[in-house]
């Protein structure tokens, strides 16, 4: 898993010593968050780390769904240490650590925290929970879920034949771009075997966007995200006669736009039969 905020390797600063006692092994394939680096002498019991999952992070009204790249991570100290930190102590060391790279404190109470961090356009929710001398960091790096499956032709010509239009999953983008991602070339490669394997067929390529930003510049951003995907049929061998690009912006979600799960579905490229 590709190691984020190297250069914000935080300092949990004690107030007090815990001696000389030496921390026991930690969890095979287990090891601290780079954002942060553990209380001196403790052991990792166990931990999760995920590419892509969900946690509900608590805002002091309610809790929030966050979805990305997961990490938990379990710490208790020695055995043999005789200076006991209090459950506060703990979650003020995560406090004043991020507070020092710039995270901000979202929700406090006796055993938990939750904060935020956005460093180098990454959006980091962090949940420090402690209980007596033993604490649990979660962490989730915010981002949408990298479509790993696409459909085939076969689904395509399908989804054009009952509806009139079908939406390309793994057609991607980089950020405010118009550039196609390498990942794109295996949902680009099925519609152009399906056009090639009906030579009457001709589409729009629609592109759609969320509703993050100005609606002109997303209009914009979606009309040259289409004319990428038809440049790129082109280059592949079908004439530019057969496809049209329109720009949709932000006007025909699928989902709602509150939440980043929702924008991700928006932020699409479409096939829609003329």
Request: charged content about 25%; aromatic content about 6%; proline content about 3%.
């Amino acid at each position: 898993m590709k190691r984020i905020l190297s250069t914000l390797l935080g300092v949990l600063a004690l107030s007090i010593s815990v001696g000389t006692c030496l921390a026991k092994e930690d969890a095979k394939n287990c090891q601290d968050h780079p954002l942060l680096t553990r209380i001196p002498g403790y052991w990792i019991t166990s931990c999760t780390q995920k590419q892509f999952d969900a946690y509900k992070f608590d805002t002091g009204k309610d809790r929030t769904q966050v979805e990305g790249q997961f990490w938990e991570i379990r710490y208790l100290p020695p055995p043999e240490l005789t200076a006991k930190l209090s459950a506060l102590q703990l979650l003020r060391n995560v406090e004043n650590a991020l507070k020092q790279v710039g995270g901000k404190v979202i929700a406090t109470g006796s055993m938990r925290e939750t904060l935020t961090l956005t460093k180098d356009g990454k959006e980091l929710w962090i949940e420090a929970w402690a209980d007596g001398n033993k604490y649990v960091l979660t962490i989730v790096q915010k981002e949408a879920m990298v479509q790993e499956i696409t459909a085939n032709a076969d689904a395509f010509a399908n989804g054009l034949k009952t509806s009139g239009h079908i939406a390309v999953e793994g057609i991607l983008f980089d950020t405010g771009k118009a550039t196609l991602k390498p990942e794109s070339k295996q949902a680009i490669g099925e519609v152009v075997k399906l056009l090639k394997a009906d030579a009457g067929l001709k589409v729009f390529v629609v592109g759609h966007t969320d509703n993050a930003g100005a609606v002109d510049g997303n209009m914009k951003l979606s009309q040259a995200r289409a004319e990428a995907v038809v440049k790129e049929l082109a280059d592949n061998g079908i004439s530019a006669a057969r496809l049209k690009a329109y720009g949709n912006g932000p006007y025909a979600p699928v989902a709602s736009n509150d939440a980043e799960e929702g924008r991700a579905k928006n932020r699409r490229v479409e096939l829609v039969k003329q």
